[in-house]
């Protein structure tokens, strides 16, 4: 990680007291800066390096105006640095052009000795100590002549942050053995062209711990070399935005995570445990079930709230190493691996030397899978089994919920699919992801409403049936979603792909999650409160604080583009008297047209072919009455024979009820089961499931099990069902303020009598940051 353990302090540094000017710096206005740097020397050692860290930035809090960017650039770096002092050409840490020189297109061309790479490495030969260069966006900076490609560029200083995102340059296979680029520690090279395959050379970049390659058409074959080439190396990966599949996961299990267990039994009784199985599967790996305690299914354990007791260790040099690879306590702020971060920690802290940042890693720890239609929510499922506990950021937006080798095609209405992370609250549980901190995930790990995707339907009316048909299909097969209180240790989570507008079931979920983080917070301050009138008190979770809520566009912005062809022909009603500039005889063809177009037939409802029945290839279902059912078999489990890593195993898998009264969806998945021969993705029971009715500690074929969650057939909603859809944001708005007015209210009346405003009921007000994007 960024920073763990630094050098323990000076005699005098551990006796004296804090300088008061190093306090008060930070609230300092930048503004002010200049001033109080001409006020001493002592006030210059502390002000000059908030005055000069980050160059460009300071240009632009000094009132340079966008458009000016350039030309200032140019007359500083070639006419007014050299001028600068040295010690204060020293301070200069970080060059952030990602915002800088945007709006201006480029230099004269008649200037070809002062273009924008040229000025940069006039300037980096000047600044000294330069270690972080952020060029995102730039496709006219030369970057491998800007590192100092040359023997002039010796005495450049090492780099240790360095983002190229955007640039839209290749960077030569020579580039990644440049010397002054071997130090790095974070390396961007998101969204450019060229090949992967260079950065696997062997020997090269020793110290980099965050790679973030998003948007680089890389596969499983080029993700697989790069993982053998850094292994363990580095604890941040962003593959966002690429093709890799769900044949990645297990490599990335292999070879990447910390090899170290973190998975613990001391906290059973209040999180439940982990339990291996004999064999597994390829789409899981080795069976692992929750073994629940008498509270941990209820998360409602008193002392949930409660950071991990510390570990304790005989010696002291030993306790750097163990803590990489033990669970953390729950209680540490969360670890960021952006940019910002990454230069706050390495570019900020001198006395953290390079050889304590390459120490501090023992494997991958934070991973972006956004983006790779590749993964699916299975994959994401296997990811968080074979990781043992280390993952503490993930992020994937969305993902299909069947992996690409299930074939649903038989039982599942043409051309449609379903995305989302329903059924998989459970691998957020800190018994099976104990370090995890922040999450982005699709909304449906919350909401149980995935995302329909069919073709012949409005975007509307894929909302619609997505969150009413198919919602109460997902909470027959998934009763169980995510809570705060199933992970309290979690900081920050981010809900993607929301729709804009919903007919109801989606505002509640939403504001139920909200009142949920509200009676957390509750019970978090009640348990504070209790606490603090001990001596020794434990230190408690600080709970869910970030919640973000990213829509999609809302589709009621498109018009007539979110109708199907259907509705548009509708909307063509003939008026009182048509207008033509030919004459009643075209005015008349015109209106036989829409007699015409009155007369066609209804819009067909989409739905899986039958038991014999065939499809002509057009979407269309053509019966076939003369085959007969096949009896149903009325028992209810099946013995799989199966092998893993070269162990055979047996497992009774349980094919659903075989009552007549038992619901829809696992009468499909019965039927899926013993009739559609769907028999892939053996796995034990979830929690989940066995709330669904499925026996504890009996196996399930997940791929039916999911599969059952579309229906048959997807009938198109009237106009009325679509006419009451409302914004979703508007009413998280109105609930907002209506609970905000409710707690100022509670907390008028707490201060008249001398006491803290209680959290949660009745206001049901979350203090915590809520940020929604649109």
């Not at 006020?39 to 005055?51: D, E, H, I, K, Y």
């Not at 995102?165 to 520690?185: D, H, N, Y």
């Not at 899978?369 to 499922?381: A, E, K, Y």
């Not at 917070?521 to 709970?543: C, H, M, V, W, Y």
Request: with cysteine; proline share 6%; charged share 20%.
């Amino acid at each position: 990680m960024w920073r763990e353990h630094g050098p323990l302090p000076s005699y005098q540094e551990a006796t004296s007291g804090p300088d008061w000017i190093q306090l008060v710096a930070p609230y300092c206005d930048f503004e002010d800066c200049r001033a109080l740097c001409l006020v001493s020397r002592r006030f210059w050692n502390t002000f000059a390096p908030l005055l000069w860290r980050d160059l460009l930035r300071a240009a632009r809090l000094s009132g340079l105006d966008p458009g000016d960017d350039l030309a200032w650039w140019r007359c500083f770096a070639f006419d007014r640095l050299d001028k600068v002092s040295h010690l204060t050409r020293a301070q200069v840490r970080v060059l952030d052009a990602r915002h800088f020189a945007k709006t201006a297109y480029s230099f004269s061309s008649l200037q070809t000795d002062r273009t924008l790479t040229e000025t940069l490495r006039r300037a980096v030969r000047l600044l000294p100590n330069v270690h972080a260069m952020l060029l995102d966006g730039h496709a006219d900076v030369n970057v491998p002549l800007l590192m100092g490609h040359d023997s002039a560029d010796s005495g450049l200083s090492s780099l240790w942050v360095l983002s190229v995102a955007g640039c839209s340059r290749q960077l030569p296979k020579s580039f990644f053995t440049l010397p002054r680029i071997q130090t790095l520690v974070y390396l961007d090279l998101s969204d450019n062209p060229g090949s992967l395959l260079p950065l696997a050379q062997p020997g090269l970049l020793p110290s980099l711990r965050v790679l973030k390659i998003k948007g680089r058409e890389l596969d499983d074959c080029t993700l697989h070399q790069l993982m053998r080439r850094f292994g363990r190396q580095l604890w941040s990966l962003d593959v966002t935005n690429n093709n890799v599949t769900d044949e990645a996961i297990q490599h990335l299990g292999d070879r990447c995570f910390p090899d170290s267990q973190v998975r613990s039994s001391a906290r059973s009784e209040i999180e439940g445990r982990i339990v291996t199985q004999p064999g597994g599967s390829s789409h899981y790996g080795r069976f692992l079930h929750f073994e629940e305690s008498l509270l941990s299914p209820t998360f409602s354990h008193p002392e949930r709230f409660f950071v991990d007791s510390p570990a304790y260790t005989a010696r002291a040099d030993a306790t750097a190493q163990a803590s990489r690879g033990r669970r953390s306590d729950g209680g540490a702020p969360v670890v960021k691996d952006d940019a910002g971060a990454a230069i706050s920690a390495l570019v900020d802290l001198e006395n953290l030397e390079l050889g304590q940042r390459r120490q501090n890693c023992a494997g991958l720890t934070h991973l972006h899978l956004s983006g790779n239609n590749g993964i699916s929510s299975t994959g994401i499922q296997k990811l968080l089994y074979v990781s043992q506990g280390h993952i503490e950021g993930l992020s994937c937006d969305s993902a299909p919920i069947l992996p690409r080798s299930a074939d649903v095609s038989k039982v599942w209405p043409p051309n449609a699919s379903l995305s989302g992370f329903i059924g998989a609250a459970h691998c957020f549980r800190p018994a099976l992801s104990c370090n995890l901190r922040a999450l982005r995930l699709h909304h449906s790990v919350v909401t149980n409403i995935p995302t329909l995707d069919a073709q012949g339907l409005s975007k509307m009316e894929r909302l619609l049936i997505a969150e009413t048909t198919i919602r109460e299909r997902a909470e027959g097969a998934y009763p169980q979603t995510l809570v705060p209180d199933m992970n309290p240790r979690l900081s920050s989570l981010t809900l993607t792909c929301l729709p804009r507008r919903s007919s109801g079931p989606l505002i509640s979920r939403l504001i139920q999650f909200l009142k949920l983080l509200s009676l957390q917070e509750r019970a978090i301050q009640d348990l504070s409160s209790f606490t603090a009138s001990t001596r020794r008190g434990p230190t408690l979770l600080k709970g869910l604080r970030h919640l973000r809520l990213e829509f999609e566009p809302d589709c009621m912005d498109d018009g007539l583009s979110t109708l199907t062809d259907w509705e548009a022909e509708e909307l063509i009603e003939p008026g009182e008297g048509m207008f033509s500039f030919f004459g009643q005889e075209w005015a008349a063809a015109g209106r036989r047209v829409l007699d015409t177009q009155a007369s066609l037939p209804r819009r067909p409802r989409l739905r899986a072919p039958k038991s014999g029945e065939a499809d002509d290839g057009n979407g269309a279902v053509v019966e076939d009455h003369q085959l007969v059912a096949a009896d149903r078999d009325t028992a209810e489990f099946l013995t799989h024979h199966g092998n893993w890593n070269g162990a055979p195993f047996v497992a009774d898998v349980w094919t659903g009820p075989s009552s007549a009264d038992a619901s829809a969806v696992l009468k499909d998945y019965r039927r899926m089961v013993l009739e559609d021969n769907i028999r892939d993705g053996i796995a034990p029971a979830t929690p989940a499931q066995i709330q669904a009715g499925a026996p504890r500690k009996s196996f399930i074929y997940n791929v039916a099990w999911s599969a059952a969650v579309m229906p048959g057939e997807l009938k198109p909603p009237s106009r009325a069902e679509l006419a009451g859809m409302r914004d979703v944001v508007d009413a998280l708005k109105t609930y907002r303020l209506q609970g905000r007015a409710r707690y100022a209210q509670q907390k008028r009346q707490s201060q008249m009598s001398g006491n803290r405003a209680p959290l949660g009921a009745p206001h049901y007000f979350w203090t915590g940051r809520l940020q929604v994007s649109t």
